[in-house]
Structure formats: C-alpha cells, structure tokens
C-alpha cells in the first residue's frame, strides 16, 4: 500500500502543520484546555509557539516535549528510563508496551528517547478517545495514528488490514518506529496479558510467514511501572459497574475523567525498562506450528519480558501481604511504609461514589492491581 491511501487514519505531515495549527488556535476548546492546564502561561505565548512550528519534529519539541515534561515534574517524584541501550538509533522498531494510562505510556517514553537523543515513534490510538475535532489534530501532529474500534466484523477486517500495512510501511518503508499497547483498553487489574489479536493484526501486513512478519518489524517489549496510578480508584469503581451490570460500558464523559485524572493526578515514582529486540527469538521458534499456538507463545515471550522487568515499589510488596494476610514480603518495606500505603489506599476508596458501593470488592481489587506485577514478576523470573 502506498502512503496516500493511509489518509483517514495516518498522522499528519510536515506540509499539514502550519494549517492544523491555525485550526488549533481556533478552538475555543482547545484554547479553554491550554488555559486551564497551564493558568500562568499566557495564551498568546502557546500561540506564537505554535506558530512558529514549521515540521512535526519541531511541534514535538518545542511544544508536546516541555508539556509532558512539566506534567512529568508535577506529577511524579521521577520518571526514569533503562535499557535504552539495546536501541539503534538506525534503526526502527516495534515498542510493544504494557498498558496504564490513557495518554502517558505512550507520552512519557516519547519525552524520555528524546532526552535520550533516540528518535520519536508514532503512536496507536483508538478513535474512541478522539471525542473532540482538536483532540484529533493535536494527536495527529504529535505522530498519532488511528485504530478503528467497533466495526462490524467486515469492515474490521479491513480496518485491520490498512493498520497492519500502515505500520509495516512505517517500518520498512519510513524507518518510523511505532509504539502500541499489548491489549486494548488498559488491564485494570494490572495483570498484563499480550492479546494475541494484536499480534495477528501485526501480521496482516506482512507478505511472508508469520514468524517473518513479527520479526521484521523487530518488537521491543517495554514495562512501565507507577509507584502510584491515580486512575486506581476509578478502575476498581467501573469492575464494580461491570460486575453489577455485566453489559455496561463507559461514557465519554468516564474517559474524559480518566483522561484527566491520569495526565494530573499523582504517580510518586515512574519507570520505564527497554528489553532487547525479541526478532531473533521469534525466528527460532518451530515454523511448523499451527498459527494460533505461534502467536500465543509470541504473546508469552512478550509478556515474560515485561513481567520479569518490572520495577516493584513498597505499596507492590505491602498490597501483596495484605492480600494474603501475611508477612512474606515484610523485608521489603518498613512499618512507615505500610502505614502510608494504607492510608492511600482508604484516601483512594474515599473518593468512589456508588449507591451500592461494596467497601470489600473495591478494596480487594484495588489491592490487585499493586499485589499483580509483584506475583508477575516472581512467576516471570521463576521460568529464565
């Protein structure tokens, strides 16, 4: 497929900025949302910035970079990055990561290669968060890509189709690399798990057998780990919902607050490990499997490598103990530590609003989601 045809859901180019940013800069909206996430900057300082933008690169750089940033260093005690080694700047890959928040996974890693003096890569993004005109074209200009969710099952197909060969262009055709969660949605009890839909979307696109499909886009799996996430309280609040009403789902309005609450609520430390490229190790598996058990051991080698590299933090190894009732992990942290984490996790229940709020559901789950990498990566590390 050739670029052109990848115009409903390709991020912009170069020759697109300067009009999408008038179109920005037109917004009411948007101009409402810069105001209130930065109120001591004046408007027309972003507009003359914006302006002077003349290439995604410098949109990037000048714009998106010293937003995550400040968002980084009021949000979070640090955001560090490892592993960064293992990358060619050369080079084009995959990032294939677990899944958090909404907006940062992907935002945060971009931030750190720049720092690192690694190239951007473009991003996977459902059309289902792009709930406003302006959303579109800030995502778009910041390297975004569109995945189309909710066809019917024909039309699926084909979307899946034109976003595999998108990213197989962007590969092999752009030297772009590409960032994509391991699964639709966020885990909400941070249990990671690699969809193998994913990887045979992945596949679509290659004109080879499966196991040179996945390895030519070389995939590098990523683990991010919070100290803290601030939607915690708003997964565990819709398991609920979902567990009284089985066919409920969230509005737009619920992913505007996760939206929000995860670009400013608090995420104490925040971590991000790089594993080398797995292409080689795909490449030696037994060709003469049948597909599906290709791709559900692909899925695994992915969800090994992020499991085992996960950075724990006391609240992992304390909600863990408190799970189990026992002192197993009482090493790994201090009385004060416990205590602490204790109080967050009443601070967050405090803060669910339900008519038939169930205090012990919502504290168990809320415990999982910091108790699973901690169980993941043990089980992870059992296996080498």
Same mark, same amino acid.
């Given at each position: 497929?050739e670029?052109?045809?990848?115009?409903?859901?390709?991020?912009?180019?170069?020759?697109?900025?300067?009009?999408?940013?008038?179109?920005?800069m037109?917004?009411?909206?948007?101009?409402?949302?810069?105001?209130?996430?930065?109120?001591?900057?004046?408007?027309?300082?972003?507009s003359?910035?914006?302006k002077?933008a003349?290439?995604?690169?410098?949109?990037?750089?000048?714009?998106?970079?010293?937003?995550?940033?400040?968002?980084?260093?009021?949000?979070?005690?640090?955001?560090e990055?490892?592993?960064?080694?293992?990358?060619?700047?050369?080079?084009?890959?995959?990032?294939?990561?677990?899944?958090?928040d909404?907006?940062?996974?992907?935002?945060?890693?971009?931030?750190?290669?720049?720092?690192?003096?690694?190239?951007?890569?473009?991003?996977?993004?459902g059309?289902?968060?792009?709930?406003?005109?302006?959303?579109?074209?800030?995502?778009r200009?910041?390297?975004?890509?569109?995945?189309?969710?909710?066809?019917p099952v024909?039309?699926?197909?084909t979307?899946? $189709?034109?976003?595999?060969?998108?990213? /197989?262009?962007?590969?092999?055709?752009? *030297?772009?690399?590409?960032? #994509?969660? +391991? &699964?639709?949605?966020?885990?909400?009890?941070s249990d990671?798990?690699?969809?193998e839909?994913?990887?045979?979307?992945?596949?679509?696109?290659g004109?080879?057998s499966?196991?040179?499909?996945?390895?030519s886009?070389?995939?590098v799996?990523?683990s991010?780990?919070?100290?803290?996430?601030?939607?915690?309280?708003?997964?565990?609040?819709?398991?609920?919902?979902?567990?009284?009403?089985?066919i409920?789902?969230?509005?737009?309005a619920?992913?505007?607050?996760?939206m929000?609450?995860?670009?400013?609520?608090?995420?104490?430390r925040?971590?991000?490990k790089?594993?080398?490229?797995?292409?080689?190790?795909? $490449?030696?598996?037994?060709?003469?499997m /049948?597909?599906?058990?290709?791709?559900? *051991?692909?899925?695994?080698? #992915?969800? +090994? &490598?992020i499991?085992?590299?996960?950075?724990?933090?006391?609240g992992?190894?304390?909600?863990?103990d408190?799970?189990?009732?026992?002192?197993?992990?009482?090493?790994?942290?201090?009385?004060?530590e416990?205590?602490?984490?204790?109080?967050y996790v009443?601070?967050?229940?405090?803060?669910?609003?339900?008519?038939?709020?169930?205090?012990?559901?919502?504290?168990?789950?809320?415990?999982?989601?910091?108790?699973?990498?901690?169980?993941?990566?043990?089980k992870?590390?059992?296996?080498?």
């Amino acid at each position: 497929m050739e670029a052109r045809k990848f115009d409903d859901i390709r991020s912009y180019y170069d020759t697109e900025v300067q009009e999408v940013v008038n179109r920005l800069m037109d917004d009411a909206q948007f101009c409402a949302v810069l105001s209130r996430l930065f109120p001591t900057i004046p408007l027309a300082g972003y507009s003359d910035e914006l302006k002077k933008a003349r290439s995604i690169d410098s949109f990037q750089r000048t714009i998106i970079y010293p937003i995550v940033r400040s968002l980084a260093e009021k949000t979070t005690l640090s955001l560090e990055l490892s592993g960064f080694k293992y990358l060619d700047k050369s080079q084009s890959y995959t990032f294939v990561t677990n899944h958090r928040d909404i907006i940062l996974d992907s935002a945060f890693l971009d931030i750190l290669l720049i720092e690192k003096g690694l190239n951007t890569f473009e991003i996977a993004i459902g059309d289902n968060l792009l709930m406003f005109p302006w959303i579109r074209d800030v995502v778009r200009l910041n390297k975004s890509f569109i995945v189309k969710r909710e066809l019917p099952v024909r039309q699926q197909l084909t979307a899946s $189709l034109e976003l595999s060969s998108y990213i /197989h262009n962007a590969i092999h055709e752009r *030297n772009e690399s590409i960032w #994509i969660a +391991q &699964r639709e949605g966020r885990a909400k009890d941070s249990d990671d798990r690699t969809q193998e839909s994913v990887l045979k979307m992945l596949n679509l696109g290659g004109s080879g057998s499966v196991l040179d499909n996945l390895a030519s886009i070389q995939i590098v799996p990523v683990s991010i780990s919070y100290e803290y996430d601030p939607c915690d309280y708003l997964k565990a609040k819709e398991m609920q919902m979902k567990r009284d009403n089985p066919i409920y789902k969230k509005s737009k309005a619920d992913d505007l607050l996760n939206m929000q609450t995860g670009l400013l609520g608090f995420k104490g430390r925040v971590f991000y490990k790089v594993s080398p490229c797995i292409s080689d190790e795909i $490449l030696k598996m037994e060709a003469g499997m /049948h597909k599906n058990d290709l791709f559900e *051991n692909i899925a695994k080698l #992915i969800d +090994q &490598r992020i499991h085992m590299n996960y950075h724990l933090y006391p609240g992992n190894y304390i909600a863990a103990d408190m799970l189990d009732g026992l002192d197993r992990f009482s090493h790994c942290y201090s009385a004060r530590e416990r205590e602490h984490f204790t109080a967050y996790v009443k601070q967050q229940l405090d803060k669910i609003e339900l008519e038939q709020k169930d205090e012990d559901f919502l504290r168990k789950r809320m415990l999982e989601m910091y108790a699973n990498p901690l169980k993941n990566k043990r089980k992870a590390e059992s296996i080498l």
